[in-house]
């Protein structure tokens, strides 16, 4: 009984008549803007939601009341044609045991925004507070030590050590968590996605599904008490 609602990042037609960037408000249908954007992207889903389209996932399920707050978050980044606005004026909040589906086209900002939500990336203006702590103050190591154990990532690019088999990459998370029986939940987790027969693969032995169920186990054996996951299912068979 996990509630779900859709949280929008998509292009819009502003005042001006210029296309810009949702300021990421919920709604309950996706915010279309002039039309164009009507098959909008979706980027986050429920993992246990089979017949749902591949996408990225915010699995929240946190003892706290909201394990992650932004408040009137921005991303700007430079380049050689002048500064590009990711994200503006961004106001969100989840409660604890809920799952939150970002949808939109490519390039409006999903990634960058669970990226920030993490504390993978800064933002250029605004607040984030994740597990009740503002990040803002945090250097490096104390945003390292804050996730350790309570906040996992499946990255759109797998990101696993490619020198340790599939069973020393999720084993790797658990001993970094200094969590009991590495080995045994390492196993088990690897089996719950089907691969307990290929736990002495390296990375570059498995196909692009196999790569992403291992990301998935590691993500997940820990017992996080919060999930990002960007596009977790976009390479499963």
């Given amino acids: ?32 803007g002039s039309g164009k954007n009507r098959q909008s992207q979706v980027q986050f889903c ?33 380049s050689t044609s002048g500064p590009v606005e990711i994200l503006r004026g961004v106001d969100f909040s989840c409660k604890a045991g809920e799952s939150v589906a970002i949808i939109g086209p490519s390039g409006s900002g999903k990634s960058s925004l669970i990226s920030i939500g993490a504390g993978l990336e800064r933002a250029s203006t605004g607040d984030v507070e994740l597990l009740g702590t503002n990040l803002s103050g945090l250097d490096e190591d104390a945003l390292a030590r804050l996730r350790r154990g309570r906040v996992s990532m499946v990255f759109q690019s797998f990101h696993l050590l490619p020198t340790m088999t ?7 998370a658990l001993e970094i968590a200094a969590m009991d029986d590495a080995m045994a939940r390492a196993k088990r987790a690897l ?47």
Wanted: net charge positive; with cysteine; aromatic share 6%.
């Fill in 46 to 78: 429920y993992l246990k939601i089979h017949d749902r389209q591949a996408g990225d996932l915010l699995y929240l399920t946190s003892y706290m009341t909201h394990p992650i707050r932004m408040t009137n978050v921005g991303l700007t980044l430079t």
């Fill in 1 to 32: 009984n996990v509630s779900r609602r859709r949280f929008d990042v998509t292009r819009r037609r502003n005042r001006a008549g210029r296309t810009g960037r949702c300021p990421a408000r919920r709604h309950d249908q996706t915010c279309n």
């Fill in 166 to 172: 599939a069973l020393d990459n999720v084993r790797a």
């Fill in 191 to 237: 089996d719950a996605v089907g691969l307990s027969e290929r736990l002495d693969h390296y990375p570059g032995q498995l196909s692009g599904g196999e790569r992403q169920r291992v990301a998935v186990a590691r993500a997940l054996t820990c017992e996080p008490d919060l999930v990002f996951a960007d596009e977790p299912t976009g390479n499963l068979d």
